[in-house]
């Protein structure tokens, strides 16, 4: 499985000796706090208020608990331990941004200064303040490379039906301008039908829903969204997502190749496979027939 993932990871005269890792939910600030770690780099953690996730306490040198309203005590705290660069990871549900994003000055401000409150704008507008303050906010994939994987059918023991195949090839593009509009990054389709679309629940919640609109064979399609920040909302899928995909018994995952984080690949995958879910990683110009063809020629 691993000569799928080949993406080199940078050189050490690139990555910072300390970072501060601004933390939401999910294995992704995770996974990077133990790569970070792994090569040297003190890391300084800020937990959001409200959110369970803190296993990176292990991998930290300080940790932290913030409210989404606190960001000048983050920035007080980044002098404080003379952090110049940040890494934002991890899902931040949109009724907790909702519930603290009130009330500072400096927040208040930058809201009343956007055009709208897309998830885009509202991150795009905090890596802005961020860096004002000569905190720079930094991609948030640097020690990850090795798990996006190369375009391919990763579920090698698979062979995926036609139907399938149409229905990624359908969803794709579709996926790709809902991702443009900042709506979502995910879909799901069966037999050429869009059958629920990801909004604010993320793609854990459209699963959950599309399996109550269309039973089993739903194929999901997660997608990079065109000129994607990579400092920010890059697609992660891991264990958690193959295991909600078999709770709704569904066809397949696509994913975009290159751009989206693949964690705990060689056990995710071998449950897709015991499950008949095949996994792709899509190239955003090619086309899922190429990969199988390629294979069997």
């Not at 996926?175 to 995910?186: E, F, H, P």
């Amino acid at each position: 499985m691993d000569n799928l993932y080949v993406g080199a990871e940078p050189p050490m005269s690139e990555v910072p000796t300390r970072i501060g890792l601004i933390a939401g939910e999910g294995n992704f600030p995770v996974q990077i706090a133990r790569a970070a770690k792994s090569r040297g780099v003190e890391i300084v953690t800020f937990r959001i208020d409200g959110l369970e996730n803190d296993h990176f306490r292990p991998y930290s040198i300080e940790s932290y608990v913030l409210k989404l309203s606190q960001l000048s005590k983050l920035i007080e705290y980044a002098r404080h331990h003379n952090i110049k660069h940040v890494i934002m990871a991890g899902g931040v549900p949109h009724k907790v941004v909702l519930k603290q994003i009130a009330f500072e000055p400096r927040i208040l401000s930058v809201l009343g200064s956007l055009a709208n409150k897309k998830a885009d704008t509202l991150l795009s507008a905090a890596v802005g303040e961020l860096e004002k303050e000569g905190i720079r906010v930094i991609n948030s994939t640097m020690f990850l490379r090795s798990c996006m994987p190369e375009p391919g059918l990763l579920t090698t023991r698979l062979k995926p039906s036609d139907e399938i195949m149409r229905d990624i090839e359908f969803g794709y593009p579709i996926a790709r301008a809902i991702g443009g509009l900042d709506i979502g990054q995910s879909i799901a389709v069966r037999n050429g039908v869009v059958v629920a679309v990801e909004a604010l629940e993320g793609t854990d919640g459209l699963i959950e829903r599309a399996g109550a609109l269309a039973d089993e064979g739903c194929v999901i399609v997660k997608v990079a969204k065109p000129n994607q920040d990579k400092r920010f909302d890059v697609p992660v899928v891991g264990m958690t997502t193959i295991q909600n995909l078999v709770k709704i018994r569904a066809a397949a995952l696509c994913l975009t190749a290159h751009e989206s984080l693949f964690f705990d690949r060689q056990e995710a995958i071998a449950l897709a496979e015991a499950n008949n879910i095949c996994i792709f990683a899509r190239g955003n110009e090619d086309s899922v027939f190429n990969y199988l063809n390629l294979r069997e020629s």
